[in-house]
Structures are given as structure tokens and as C-alpha cells.
């Protein structure tokens, strides 16, 4: 069974739109689901969004956020110091590196750790000339006479 989608069609109709093409290829992918550790992604604004990770036990220190273009990383590591002999360990202190894609012109706006809960805020910010603009219809300026026939000469 095939499972990949053929998108050449679309190429046809469309101009700049590969990139998107690109991530639905990417997104059909089998991936090995890991859902540590989890998260939540909300809506706060009309161009605004936070995503929230419950990251419990990890530091300032042990996280780090990078922002490449159209990716946000987000991973942790913690060192293997273990000062004692666990009888039950349920809270889990492995390393992780969660990736989320962005759209274009989403920019990290800060990021603050709190309880445990480390909170990525971004902002989509288009630039000025990415935003709609009415475009201006220009007439002629010279107007010319209606041109009319003179029946009288031509009927004598």
C-alpha cells in the first residue's frame, strides 16, 4: 500500500507553495511516538501563541531553546549525578528534544520557567510588505471627445 501523496498536480496551479507540500510529506511520515514530555500549545492573541511544557526536575541550566527558521528545539539533559538508590523512580529524568514546526514569520518572543512549566511565547509578525494593500487603479487623464458623425454632410 502506498502511503506517500503524489502532490505534482498541485505543483501546476501553484506558485511558492512547495515548502507546505513539503511538510505534509514529512508530517505522513512514521515517526516513533514519544510523548515526553508533554505539552500544550494555546492560542493567547490574534497573532500570539504559548506553548507550555511540563518539564519537572530540569533546570534553567539543563534546557535550552533554540530557534532555527520555520523550527523551534526545545531539549533538556540532565547530568547522571544519582546520589542515592531509587526503590521506585517515577519521575522521569531522561534526556529529551522536542522539535515544532512554525509558520513563516513566527518569532520567539520569550520564554520564563515556572513550577516546572517552561512557557515559549511566540508571535507571528508579518512584515510590512507581506500585509495587504490596496493598490491604487489609475485612469487615463486625457479624456477625449466622443467622436460623433454629421449625418447632414454626408447624406447631401
Known amino acids: 500500500m502506498r ?18 507540500f ?6 505522513s511520515r ?11 500549545i494555546a492560542k493567547t492573541g490574534e497573532d500570539a501563541y504559548r506553548i507550555t511544557m511540563a518539564v519537572a526536575g530540569f533546570s534553567q541550566d539543563q534546557l ?10 526545545v531539549s533538556g539533559s540532565q547530568s547522571g549525578d544519582d546520589d542515592g538508590q531509587y526503590l521506585y523512580r517515577g519521575i522521569a529524568g531522561r534526556d529529551f528534544e522536542r522539535r515544532f514546526e512554525l509558520a513563516d ?16 511565547d511566540l508571535k507571528r509578525e508579518l512584515p510590512e510588505e507581506m500585509k495587504p494593500r490596496r493598490i491604487a487603479i489609475a485612469g487615463s487623464t486625457a479624456k477625449a471627445a466622443p467622436r460623433q458623425i454629421d449625418a447632414a454632410k454626408n447624406a447631401a
Not at 512514521?30 to 500544550?40: G, K, L, M, R, S
Not at 535550552?64 to 528545539?73: E, S
Not at 514569520?105 to 515559549?120: E, F, M, R, Y
Open 64 to 73: 535550552t531553546i533554540t530557534h532555527q527558521p520555520n523550527l523551534l528545539v
Open 3 to 20: 502511503t506517500n501523496l503524489d502532490f505534482t498536480p498541485l505543483f501546476r496551479s501553484s506558485i511558492g507553495f512547495d515548502r507546505i
Open 30 to 40: 512514521v515517526t516513533a511516538i514519544d510523548n515526553w514530555p508533554p505539552y500544550d
Open 105 to 120: 514569520h513566527v518569532k520567539v518572543v520569550g520564554a520564563s520557567l515556572d513550577n516546572g512549566l517552561l512557557n515559549i
Open 22 to 27: 513539503n511538510m505534509l510529506e514529512n508530517a
